[in-house]
């Protein structure tokens, strides 16, 4: 069964357009124990929403889950994953973090409820609602 996530990147850090120059990316540098698991839940072909953080605070793009998780190679010590995305497609515009609280059916979207979170699950149900958000009016 398909399942549906949110990542979340400092743009100044890596951003969207860094990821579609790389054509993929190994999803690595997560330190956080609830991110690690939701990386160790994703399956190839799950469908993943590109948040930029920082000041620009938007969902981007859509990646995609082309690796499941794997023993991150960054992580100096622990048990750390990393799995690796490849982009799909930019939204036709960026859905702000504002426009996702304002709207009522994505009140209860763990980007809101658990804004620290670098990897979080979506419903189905959010995902194609901010997808329908940056469509063009």
Same mark, same amino acid.
């Given at each position: 069964?398909?399942?549906?996530?949110?990542v979340?990147?400092?743009?100044?850090s890596?951003?969207w357009?860094?990821?579609?120059? *790389?054509?993929?990316?190994?999803?690595t540098?997560?330190?956080n124990?609830?991110?690690?698991?939701?990386?160790?839940?994703?399956?190839? !072909?799950?469908?993943v929403?590109?948040?930029?953080? !920082?000041?620009?605070?938007?969902?981007?793009?859509?990646?995609?889950?082309?690796r499941?998780a794997?023993?991150d190679?960054?992580?100096? *010590?622990?048990?750390w994953?990393?799995?690796?995305?490849?982009?799909?497609?930019?939204?036709h515009?960026?859905?702000?973090?504002?426009?996702?609280?304002?709207?009522?059916?994505?009140? !209860?979207?763990?980007?809101?409820?658990?804004s620290?979170?670098?990897?979080?699950?979506l419903?189905?149900? *959010?995902?194609?609602?901010?997808?329908?958000?940056?469509?063009p009016?």
């Open positions: 069964m398909k399942n549906f996530w949110l979340k990147q400092e743009p100044s890596y951003s357009s860094d990821f579609v120059a *790389e054509g993929q990316t190994s999803w540098g997560v330190r124990y609830s991110a690690r698991n939701n990386l160790r839940r994703m399956q190839n !072909g799950d469908e929403l590109f948040y930029h953080s !920082g000041d620009d605070k938007a969902v981007v793009g859509i990646a995609k889950v082309i499941t794997y023993r190679s960054t992580a100096k *010590e622990g048990d994953s990393t799995v690796d995305l490849a982009p799909v497609k930019p939204l515009r960026p859905v702000t973090l504002r426009e996702i609280k304002s709207h009522p059916p994505l009140k !209860g979207i763990a980007l809101v409820k658990q620290r979170l670098s990897v979080m699950p419903a189905e149900s *959010e995902l194609r609602e901010i997808v329908k958000m940056a469509s009016r």
